[in-house]
């Protein structure tokens, strides 16, 4: 019964270092969506992929951010030269088709000090 | 420019009664709308979704209300329980879009 698995759970970053969070969609999902949610607020889309391509990126910052969803493994956010307001709760999702209803994993919290 | 609203940060009601919670929209090309339960530490769990050509949904204690020409849903839990506690988000979509707009989530406290 294994969900949409996201490790780290916690990361902690000094300004100007790397933050990679990965992703495991459920099992038999394909599509693997980004969302970021900053204190007090909602989550923000960020990204949408499915195997080996990246779909749409709209709500990705153009600089520093980058995602993937290769062959074999899991998606991975990569954040380069972290800055504090890039602490947030990052949450992955998965779902079985690109209009099904998307599960969530329990999100990975990146601290920048 | 929010989207999707949810206008009460909190909510506090008494075990076994009713809890209403409430999202009011601003895009009129939204037609999906689904509530998630998110406990601290953890992921959003799907609670309910509703299309807009229903005006209700119902799923065992929950149910779910549209009222399209108002662009408003509220959701319905009773009897309300403890484990009920937790922040309520509200999401939105649009036909054919995968991308959830979400709201800023309603905190309910179910007081024993």
């Known amino acids: 019964n294994a969900g949409v698995m996201q490790n780290p759970r916690h990361l902690v970053r000094r300004r100007g270092q790397e933050a990679r969070l990965r992703c495991s969609p459920m099992?038999?999902?394909?599509?693997v969506y980004w969302y970021r949610q900053l204190p007090e607020e909602g989550l923000k889309f960020m990204v949408y992929?499915?195997?080996?391509?990246?779909?749409?990126e709209s709500g990705m910052p153009k600089e520093r951010f980058s995602a993937e969803f290769p062959k074999e493994g899991p998606s991975i956010l990569r954040i380069q030269q972290v800055v504090r307001g890039d602490s947030a709760a990052y949450f992955c999702?998965?779902?079985?088709?690109?209009?099904?209803?998307?599960?969530f994993g329990p999100g990975t919290r990146l601290t920048v000090l | 420019d929010q989207q999707v609203k949810q206008n009460s940060p909190s909510l506090s009601v008494q075990e076994g009664r009713i809890s209403i919670l409430n999202c009011d929209y601003t895009?009129?090309?939204?037609?999906?709308f689904l509530w998630y339960k998110k406990y601290p530490a953890e992921g959003p769990t799907f609670l309910i979704s509703?299309?807009?050509?229903?005006d209700k949904n119902e799923d065992g204690r929950f149910t779910v209300f549209l009222n399209k020409s108002a662009k408003h849903l509220s959701l319905h839990i009773v009897p309300s329980q403890p484990g009920d506690s937790a922040v309520y988000f509200c999401?939105?979509?649009?036909?054919?879009?995968?991308?959830?707009?979400f709201g800023k989530g309603t905190k309910l406290s179910v007081i024993p």
């Open positions: 999702a998965s779902s079985l088709a690109v209009t099904d209803t998307q599960y």
């Open positions: 099992k038999g999902h394909s599509h």
């Open positions: 992929l499915q195997k080996e391509n990246i779909i749409d």
């Open positions: 895009n009129s090309m939204f037609d999906y």
């Open positions: 509703i299309s807009s050509i229903k």
């Open positions: 999401a939105a979509s649009a036909t054919g879009s995968y991308q959830l707009t």
